[in-house]
């Protein structure tokens, strides 16, 4: 309620110094201390693996901050830092990120959004932690196609969700089909993934069921030699390794293609519960040796 | 052949039933393993000696199918979060050396005592450990489930000794705990004197990480796994090096354990804390009377008592049963808790979708 209030005083202000407002859009943002700085509308943080947004993406994007009168700060992340680092690629990625702000910035305006971007590079989990801290008021984080949803929830303070494509140009359109797409696509997810265990299932039996049958029908030699003892002890235990690898994976895949998996509850959970382990050492005071 | 003596020894021949037995109790082993962390084995080295295999080459091919056992579960509890593998890896180096110590001891007494007196020796130290450690875990199991089964608060001791400031003091992220090396010591060489006795360390190793050190229950049950393996992959390599492993019975144990051990660990993510303890108390408490009853045996041998012959026999053969029906019990207990709270969770996430 207060941010809409907020909002609304923005609004106004936004209208009366028209040109203030479009300079303090015009500025590109390399440097965060800035941010923080300007006005407390709360944000909505758009995160994107690639060098563009695509425009479906956009609308929807603009036209969510437009309603809720939030700001939209795009982060275009660079998620292999050290595999682009020859320049001609980095000033290839920094131009196509321009051109697509660019292109973001004015479609905001045209409904009075605040835009701003950030190029940054690293794990998507900090890179959001990171921006979250420093822009006092996200409201929600949303993902673009290509990040996990898990790896930005893990860095993530308020809610994150996820922006599905379904192909079509229109923002509204969008936002209708989100739920579905994304319930569909969770159930071709289960669908497709049942059938990858169930392939891996019949690769890994029947590598075990050989492995069983070459001991069996040969288990004369075999004792013979595994019980030798000495040097030849080494054959029984590379044997059981060989055995865990093909017959472990065999089960493994066997119990997902029926269906039976953890718990997804307690795992999401074991996943927060992490967080707050590794904090621990950093609460631990530090000896500052400085003669 | 590197013969510990100089008898030849036996491998049986296998036939379908010896076979079907063997995969089946394997896999009974490997589910209870999979939740708890350990107990399966010992069921299936007395099990292997009622199919007429040799004691020694029960043991081995036991310990030579448990570390790989271990390995998988451990994989598929560290996928879970549920693995400190620094904790497990120190705890398995010093269970190791605590192997060592108890195999000596083993020995000393075999020469003292002989033969009956070892295994009255091993009787005793069952049922004292199972009887002690077995009715605190489910005191407190059964406390837990009183209070509602949710949330968890470290044991006094653990909070005590973690307080203890005695270099060098050891931080482990996953278990979240931080506590003196000087802790960790004597509860891995207790669970590797009792695995050298009794063939399953983790009765000690479990509640020692829970109740010393001051893990929870999934963590200290996960990772006693890696524990596991380190201590069987040192011992096969010495049991091997005598040529004592019968690699078939090992690999018929396997096929059915890992598919036990990888169903057990998926259990423990539908199931509460309590749980676990619960299913390690109540099977301890149900070996200890197993093993109690076959005592006799040895007592009688030892002239320490005289029973009749028919009463010896009788309870020999009821102490082995009961054993059986003490991993059959915490198998169902698992079984039905984790479908139970498996379906409960489906239909919760189907009533949130339709909604």
């Known amino acids: 309620m207060i941010g809409y209030s907020k909002g609304l005083v923005m609004e106004e202000t936004m209208h009366s110094d028209g040109i203030q407002s479009a300079d303090a859009q015009r500025m590109n943002i390399g440097d965060m201390s800035q941010q923080s700085r300007i006005a407390k509308q709360s944000t909505i943080l758009l995160v994107t693996r690639k060098n563009n947004l695509a425009e479906p993406v956009i609308d929807y994007a603009v036209s969510v901050a437009d309603r809720m009168n939030c700001k939209i700060l795009a982060s275009y992340v660079n998620t292999l830092p050290l595999f682009e680092d020859s320049s001609i690629h980095h000033r290839f990625f920094a131009s196509a990120i321009e051109k697509n702000a660019a292109e973001f910035k004015k479609k905001a305006a045209a409904r009075g959004v605040d835009f701003e971007y950030v190029q940054e590079s690293g794990k998507i989990s900090k890179v959001i932690n990171r921006l979250c801290h420093i822009v006092k008021r996200v409201e929600f984080v949303l993902i673009d196609q290509g990040i996990k949803i898990e790896e930005a929830a893990l860095g993530s303070p308020v809610p994150v969700f996820n922006i599905v494509c379904s192909g079509s140009r229109t923002g509204k359109m969008?936002?209708?089909?989100?739920?579905?797409?994304?319930?569909?696509?969770?159930?071709?997810?289960?669908?497709?993934?049942?059938?990858?265990?169930?392939?891996?299932?019949?690769?890994?039996?029947?590598?075990?069921?050989?492995?069983?049958?070459?001991?069996?029908?040969?288990?004369?030699?075999?004792?013979?030699?595994?019980?030798?003892?000495?040097?030849?002890?080494?054959?029984?235990?590379?044997?059981?390794?060989?055995?865990?690898?093909?017959?472990?994976?065999?089960?493994?895949?066997?119990?997902?293609?029926?269906?039976?998996?953890?718990?997804?509850?307690?795992?999401?959970?074991?996943?927060?519960?992490?967080?707050?382990?590794?904090?621990?050492?950093d609460a631990r005071p530090r000896v500052q040796a400085n003669a | 052949m590197h013969g510990a003596g100089a008898e030849v020894v036996q491998f049986i021949d296998l036939n379908l039933a010896y076979v079907a037995f063997l995969i089946i109790v394997g896999f009974i082993g490997g589910l209870v393993s999979g939740f708890i962390g350990s107990g399966g084995a010992f069921v299936l080295t007395p099990g292997m000696m009622s199919l007429g295999v040799p004691g020694t080459v029960a043991v081995a091919s036991n310990m030579c199918h448990k570390f790989p056992k271990a390995l998988v579960g451990s994989i598929k509890r560290y996928r879970y979060g549920q693995v400190d593998i620094k904790l497990g890896v120190i705890m398995g180096v010093f269970a190791e050396i605590g192997v060592q110590v108890g195999i000596l001891v083993q020995k000393f007494i075999l020469e003292t005592w002989g033969q009956a007196g070892s295994n009255l020796y091993v009787s005793v130290s069952f049922v004292a450990v199972l009887v002690i450690v077995g009715s605190f875990v489910l005191r407190d199991a059964l406390k837990l489930k009183k209070a509602g089964g949710e949330g968890w608060v470290k044991p006094k001791i653990a909070a005590r000794l973690q307080q203890i400031e005695l270099?060098?003091?050891?931080?482990?992220?996953?278990?979240?705990?931080?506590?003196?090396?000087?802790?960790?010591?004597?509860?891995?060489?207790?669970?590797?004197?009792?695995?050298?006795?009794?063939?399953?360390?983790?009765?000690?190793?479990?509640?020692?990480?829970?109740?010393?050190?001051?893990?929870?229950?999934?963590?200290?049950?996960?990772?006693?796994?890696?524990?596991?393996?380190?201590?069987?992959?040192?011992?096969?390599?010495?049991?091997?090096?005598?040529?004592?492993?019968?690699?078939?019975?090992?690999?018929?144990?396997?096929?059915?354990?890992?598919?036990?051990?990888?169903?057990?660990?998926?259990?423990?993510?539908?199931?509460?804390?309590?749980?676990?303890?619960?299913?390690?108390?109540?099977?301890?408490?149900?070996?200890?009377?197993?093993?109690?009853?076959?005592?006799?045996?040895?007592?009688?041998?030892?002239?320490?008592?005289?029973?009749?012959?028919?009463s010896v026999s009788v309870m020999t053969q009821m102490s082995f049963y009961i054993m059986c029906f003490a991993l059959l019990t915490g198998a169902l207990i698992i079984l039905v808790n984790m479908f139970k709270a498996r379906s409960a969770e489906s239909a919760l996430a189907r009533a949130q979708t339709q909604a």
């Open chain 1, 174 to 281: 969008i936002e209708q089909r989100q739920t579905k797409t994304i319930l569909n696509g969770e159930k071709q997810m289960a669908s497709t993934s049942k059938k990858g265990y169930l392939t891996k299932t019949l690769i890994f039996g029947t590598l075990t069921a050989g492995l069983y049958a070459a001991v069996f029908l040969n288990s004369e030699i075999i004792m013979h030699y595994f019980t030798k003892g000495g040097i030849y002890a080494l054959l029984p235990v590379a044997t059981v390794f060989v055995f865990s690898y093909a017959h472990g994976s065999f089960t493994s895949n066997f119990w997902s293609a029926l269906g039976i998996e953890g718990s997804k509850a307690t795992i999401t959970k074991k996943v927060e519960k992490s967080k707050t382990v590794e904090k621990r050492p």
């Open chain 2, 167 to 310: 270099w060098p003091m050891l931080t482990f992220k996953r278990a979240n705990l931080r506590i003196s090396v000087w802790f960790i010591i004597p509860v891995a060489l207790a669970t590797g004197m009792l695995a050298a006795t009794i063939a399953v360390g983790g009765f000690i190793g479990v509640p020692g990480l829970m109740y010393i050190i001051g893990a929870t229950s999934i963590i200290a049950s996960a990772t006693e796994l890696v524990v596991a393996f380190v201590m069987g992959l040192g011992g096969t390599l010495i049991w091997a090096y005598f040529g004592m492993v019968d690699i078939r019975l090992t690999l018929l144990i396997l096929g059915g354990s890992l598919f036990g051990v990888q169903l057990g660990a998926i259990g423990t993510t539908y199931v509460k804390d309590y749980m676990i303890k619960y299913v390690m108390a109540t099977i301890m408490l149900i070996v200890a009377v197993s093993r109690f009853l076959a005592m006799p045996k040895y007592m009688n041998q030892l002239e320490m008592t005289s029973f009749s012959e028919v």
